[in-house]
């Protein structure tokens, strides 16, 4: 393959990736004064938030909720005059239970899912009473081997309450529950204060007016670097004087650092030089639980909202009336396993959702396959068993001139919106006192 150096002066940092951690880094660095470039695989802003026109209005095909308890993301959306919207409040509830439909108040189903939740999350602060700082004590690392599925079924008896429990966190990991660890839901409660109830409402209640692209065309408009979209980076390599990024097609440039915020999965497709040390790759390999699917359903008339729970291993497991549009409902849904069915299908989801929901037909159907997807290859990223102890802080871990950021490897809100910005600020410092003390050495 033929290289050929992009037409522009070298840049101070490279961003790699204009998701929300890119687009912070970016625009930290050059409120600071540092010229910065970013390289997008896509022709869009915005990673794994997309809000895009489907099924007659606009949907968010990723991240969409955020919370007054998220501070990074509630201060965007404060510093750029954003305010959110109520997705309805559920006025009925479906479940299954006891090998049958079940059908009451939201609050009765609230209800069946604390009934063993309380007791389930209740030493989440004991684990991490700094949420910011999940490696503050070591005690964690005696559960980080301990998998979600085996806490719950050592913990609670079988039945229908147990199954609940382990549906509505197969849900929260967008994944499977055998490899989830048990830290990884426990940080998530302890980021609430241990009150998982309001954890919930934090995933699926308030939503960015404008949709959360008004949010990252806020920040690139704020952020002054300049980029190009459709530059797939296949290798970075560090001389340590000077960062070079290579692309698939062959383009090249070159700035003194990078920030690389490709999620874990698609990692693997950008190679190093020097070659990244065992923990990092280890920590790659390992990947993430979240494998799941969110799809939206377009349901022929108009349908008070609801919510509704099915079981673990269900291809749809969840789903939530988000709007009335023309006379129909339109609802969303999630799955733990993408490969478990074939979301573009108005049959197979009205399969799903007709087990739980009587009396619903739905008409369309919509979906992006996150977990296919080479520049994501998974959803919201959520840990597995002995990722935090081990992994976490080696993939946070700077490699010569080149640093990583990404809702994948944050501190706090990982698997968010706000992770992802919490980490873009945090990198951003990284690379400028990295830049300072180049400059003073020169
Ligand atoms: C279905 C779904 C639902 C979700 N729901 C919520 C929610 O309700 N609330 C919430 O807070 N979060 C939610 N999330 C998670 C949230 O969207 C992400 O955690 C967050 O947006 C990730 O931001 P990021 O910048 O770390 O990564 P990304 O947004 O993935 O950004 C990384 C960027 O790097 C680019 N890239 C990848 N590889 C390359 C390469 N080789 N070369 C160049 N560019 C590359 C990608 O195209 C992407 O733009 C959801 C995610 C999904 C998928």
Redesign the pocket.
Known sequence: MERQALEQESPDVIV?????????AARELTRQGFSVHI????A??????WLDHRLGRDL????????WT?PF?WAELKRYGLGTVSSPEPQRAFWWADGGRQEGAPGALLQLIGRYNDEFVKDSRTYFPEPFRPLALDAFKEIDSVSVQDRIREQFPAGSTRDILESFWALNF?GPLENAALTQALRWVALTNGDWAINFE???TY?IEGG?SALAKAIFRDCGASIDFG????AISDDARTVTVL??DGRTISAAAAIV???LH??P??AFEPPLPPAKTEGVQLGQV?K???VWIRLRGEHAPFAALGKADWPLNFFQVEYTLDGDTIAVG?GPDASKIDAADPAAVQAQLGRLVPDVQVVEVST?N?VA????G????MHRTGFLSTHLPALQAAHGNVLF??????HG????????IE??METALEAASLLQVRTELR
């Open positions: 790699v990736g204009a998701g929300f951690a890119g687009l912070t390289l997008e695989a896509r869009r802003i915005g990673g794994r938030t968010e095909i990723g991240g969409a909720w955020v919370h998220q993301v967008n934090a995933c699926a939503k959360t530059f797939t980076v296949a692309g698939s915020t490709v999620p698609a990692l497709r950008v979240s799941g699917i969110k999630f992006h996150w997807d080479p520049f994501a998974e959803t919201w990223p950021a990404g809702s994948d490897i944050a809100w990982g698997g968010f919106i706000d992770g992802a980490s873009g």
